[in-house]
């Protein structure tokens, strides 16, 4: 220990007076965080005031092997940002700089040590707001709630803080600086940024941050609903959802964390109510004023005894203030409590909720409970008194049962609170041997000393070292497989498909190669999912569903649709036959990505064969859960460069109960796009903005009935002074034809025989650039551009002999464009060396993720 001082202090010497402390008093305001049973004190403490310090600070642990913890304001409650034995920690307070709100592109790029609120708070003037909010959002940071994929009240409609990045600066655990994702909402490429949300530290610091942001919700409707039972008020959940409406929010206590609440703060929550239901909706007036009287009728269905209904800001601020005031509320009836995370099936609330109780009896602590009912997030508060002795240990007993139980359930030992060093004996309970291996591998990508938060996440003692260090050696194969390259080679199931990866020696796995250029590049063998078919879960009532990869998406969307329910990012070529693995791999959304977010954001887990020809699971099967690092949403945008998807499970929304389109022309790109940017931040919450920009011509999509839908376009044009005209058909004679059907199948390009199709993230601004350069380049056989999710992602139909062109474009305005499609052959497609175009050279980063699942290099890289 002495050694490590001595070195503490040659990093005080580099950094600047005052930023490196190892005063006794000043250490011990860092040695526990949220969950106060857990304590340690640390050696240091570092306390940065830029984003070069906190680099200077990673670099010099990892030279000296000296663990560290990056940590915020403190409030995990798992003891995630807990210091480590003979370590520092690094404070990113002091790096609170919004460094821009951009409101056209509905961004904000900001520092670890923001405040969530804060976010909202600047981009208020914009009419948007920041949606993750946790109930410790007026003092919780941006870095703490990255590292935990922190949730909150409304994740059912919104989804938690990873849903909500888009892109990050990271400082990883070996010091090196790398950049994920950007400022559009999608990307090229697998999705670091996905990954590296819920790492919980471990894989090093995020230095800045870009944020998706919303229009502010118009108006609210917060009804709180009171129940002389539990069972009664989690069948009110259930009716809800049944009735297809999709609220902000819906949140249960039951009554020891009501009598905390009136206690704390005189909420005038129902007198003798065994449970109380929180149900909001939010959005444009006009659809409020539809959705609040289907709640209502539902609601009168129920066994409520008392509904309240807010009437006002204050009323609506009281109601959530006993809901957000629960956790610290507790104190005022025992000395000592413990939160607990856990997730279960919507379906299986009730169940659950009377074995805690059942758990609690017979552990003779009291235990209050309070739950996100809309996703299946429980959150009992196990009351006790560390003064008696054995109590504590009581208390993690009881927690320890309730976490057996969400796994046994089939859910998660954690949603949003993280596994940290309270849950990490239990994760090997969610995943099995190898798939804990390869988070391991993938770990030690980031941080090859393991100095980045060690003891925390994996059970203690095991630091996976042993599989790491596993000789790379491919499999013996079992067969020679012919030199044929020409036809994907097909197999019958998951095993069959594990087993022929293990006889190659390089491999690409595609579907029905509807996104041809994506495996064109490559001269390797290649095998086929696509008679790997069929739906093999599906829950409506849950949000979720389950297929083997090679299932077509049309089959996805047609059983789905039976029920109502829809994917809300509108997959792509789906008529054309688009399997839902190959949709996953290739990263792509259509226009409904504007409303709910993208592909990414409704990935819940994934089942892959490793390099190593290996089965892993990862995720899960609910729609909350924040258990171990998020590996399926890695796998967007990899095109198959990774693993090989045998399985997949998706959350799904409601469908809405109408949908229509409308179009209007504009006089030129610049206006067009000032429009798009109005639209996307206006309060109509509209269902999909596009911009057809070869005919100068915006469309946009709004899901609701005709009457509210009539009434959002006559404020549209109050607001912004433009005029929309309805499509009545997918297409009709007197109009542009209706863009949805024919940009998902991408058949709105006139097709030249050399054509190929480019996907581009972009942003407001760059596809101006990109608008223009497609009109210099003129001609008949000029680009062809559509613009969709208000403007993020740019589909550009070129001509081959633009691409030299257009490759410097993009090098000019720091932009990449994947191929997507093509009308070229196989044979002119394997001229060009990979599908992106104006590609950089990959991060050390990049290349180390995958060596961690590939450790073969079994699977051909994608530049």
């Not at 090997?428 to 003891?455: E, I």
């Not at 269902?687 to 009539?710: C, E, L, M, P």
């Not at 030299?804 to 464009?817: G, I, P």
């Amino acid at each position: 220990m002495s050694s490590i001082m001595t070195e503490l202090r040659s990093l005080a010497e580099v950094l600047p007076p005052g930023r490196v402390s190892d005063d006794p008093s000043f250490r011990a305001a860092f040695e526990s965080d949220g969950l106060t049973a857990f304590r340690k004190r640390p050696l240091g403490v570092v306390i940065p005031e830029s984003q070069d310090e906190v680099i200077h600070a990673v670099r010099w642990c990892d030279r000296h092997r000296v663990p560290f913890v990056a940590r915020g304001s403190g409030t995990s409650l798992s003891g995630g940002s807990m210091p480590v034995d003979d370590g520092i920690v690094i404070s990113l307070n002091k790096l609170r700089r919004i460094v821009k709100v951009d409101p056209h592109n509905r961004i904000a790029v900001v520092e670890p040590g923001v405040i969530n609120l804060h976010v909202s708070n600047a981009a208020a003037p914009h009419g948007l707001y920041y949606a993750p909010d946790p109930s410790s959002q007026k003092i919780c940071t941006l870095g703490g709630n990255i590292a935990f994929n922190s949730g909150g009240a409304h994740c059912l409609k919104y989804g938690m803080t990873s849903n909500h990045v888009i892109g990050m600066k990271v400082v990883t655990a070996n010091g090196e600086v790398a950049h994920f994702g950007g400022e559009s909402v999608e990307s090229i490429g697998a999705d670091m940024t996905g990954l590296f949300c819920g790492s919980e530290g471990l894989f090093g610091i995020a230095l800045e941050i870009t944020l998706r942001l919303l229009p502010r919700p118009e108006c609210f409707h917060t009804v709180l609903i009171g129940y002389r039972s539990l069972r009664d008020a989690g069948d009110a959940v259930s009716a809800v959802i049944d009735a297809g409406l999709l609220p902000g929010a819906m949140e249960i206590m039951e009554s020891l964390a009501i009598e905390a609440a009136e206690a704390a703060t005189a909420c005038g929550y129902p007198r003798g109510a065994a449970a109380v239901l929180i149900v909001e909706l939010e959005g444009p007036r006009e659809r409020i004023e539809l959705e609040k009287q289907q709640l209502h009728e539902v609601i009168a269905r129920t066994n409520a005894f008392e509904t309240v209904v807010a009437a006002n800001s204050a009323q609506r601020d009281a109601i959530w203030g006993g809901r957000k005031s629960a956790f610290s509320a507790v104190g005022k009836l025992s000395p000592d409590f413990l939160v607990q995370d856990g997730v279960v099936p919507r379906k299986r609330l009730g169940e659950a909720l009377e074995k805690i109780q059942q758990f609690s009896e017979a552990s003779g602590l009291r235990c209050a409970n309070v739950f996100h009912a809309g996703d299946g997030n429980l959150h009992p508060l196990i009351l006790f008194d560390d003064s008696i002795e054995g109590q504590l240990e009581q208390a993690e007993a009881l927690a320890g049962q309730i976490l057996s139980l969400c796994v046994e359930m089939g859910g998660s030992i954690t949603g949003e609170h993280g596994v940290g060093i309270e849950k990490r004996e239990f994760l090997s309970q969610m995943y099995d041997p190898p798939s804990m291996a390869v988070m391991h591998r993938v770990r030690h990508a980031f941080d090859p000393h393991h100095v980045a938060n060690p003891g925390k996440m994996f059970p203690h003692g095991d630091d996976g070292r042993e599989e790491i260090t596993k000789p790379k050696t491919k499999a013996t194969s079992s067969t020679t497989r012919p030199p044929d390259l020409r036809e994907p080679i097909e197999v019958d199931s998951p095993e069959q498909l594990r087993q022929a990866i293990a006889d190659l020696d390089q491999v690409l796995v595609v579907g029905n190669q509807t996104k041809s250029p994506l495996s064109q590049f490559v001269n390797v063998p290649l095998l086929t999912t696509r008679t790997i078919s069929g739906m093999t879960e599906y829950e409506p009532s849950e949000f979720t569903f389950s297929a083997l990869a090679g299932t077509p998406v049309k089959q996805i969307v047609r059983e789905l649709a039976k029920q109502r329910q829809y994917l809300p990012f509108d997959p792509l070529l789906v008529e054309s036959g688009a399997t839902i693995g190959g949709t996953v791999a290739a990263g792509l959304s259509g226009p409904g990505r504007h409303r709910y977010g993208g592909l990414r954001d409704f990935v819940l887990g994934a089942t892959f064969v490793d390099g190593d020809a290996t089965v892993i699971k990862s995720g899960g099967r609910v729609v909350k859960n924040a258990a171990g690092f998020d590996l399926p949403k890695l796998f967007v945008g990899s095109c198959g460069r990774l693993a090989a998807m045998t399985e997949l499970t998706f959350k799904v929304f409601p469908k809405p109960v109408e949908l229509h389109s409308y179009y209007h022309r504009c006089k030129d790109h610049a206006s067009a796009l000032r429009l798009v940017a109005g639209l996307a931040r206006g309060r109509w919450e509209l269902d999909a903005i596009d911009y057809d920009a070869s005919n100068r011509a915006i469309w946009i999509r709004i899901g609701t009935t005709i009457g509210v839908a009539k009434a959002m376009l006559e404020d549209i044009h109050q607001v912004l002074s433009v005029t929309f005209q309805a499509i009545e058909r997918d297409r009709i004679e007197s109009s542009p034809p209706t863009p949805w059907l024919e940009s998902g199948q991408f058949d709105w390009p006139e097709r030249q025989p050399n054509s190929l199709v480019c996907q581009i993230p972009t942003s407001i601004e760059k596809a101006g650039y990109l608008a223009h350069w497609c009109d210099q380049q003129g001609g008949p056989k000029s680009p062809q551009l559509f613009v969709s999710v208000a403007g993020a992602v740019g589909w550009l139909a070129c001509d081959t002999l633009s691409l030299e062109s257009l490759n410097q474009f993009l090098k000019q305005h720091s932009m990449k464009a994947l191929v997507i499609t093509s009308a070229l052959s196989a044979a002119d497609m394997s001229a060009f060396r990979h599908p992106v175009i104006a590609s950089t050279e990959s991060q050390p980063i990049d290349l180390a993720v995958k060596g961690s699942l590939d450790r073969v290099a079994r699977f051909p890289n994608l530049i």
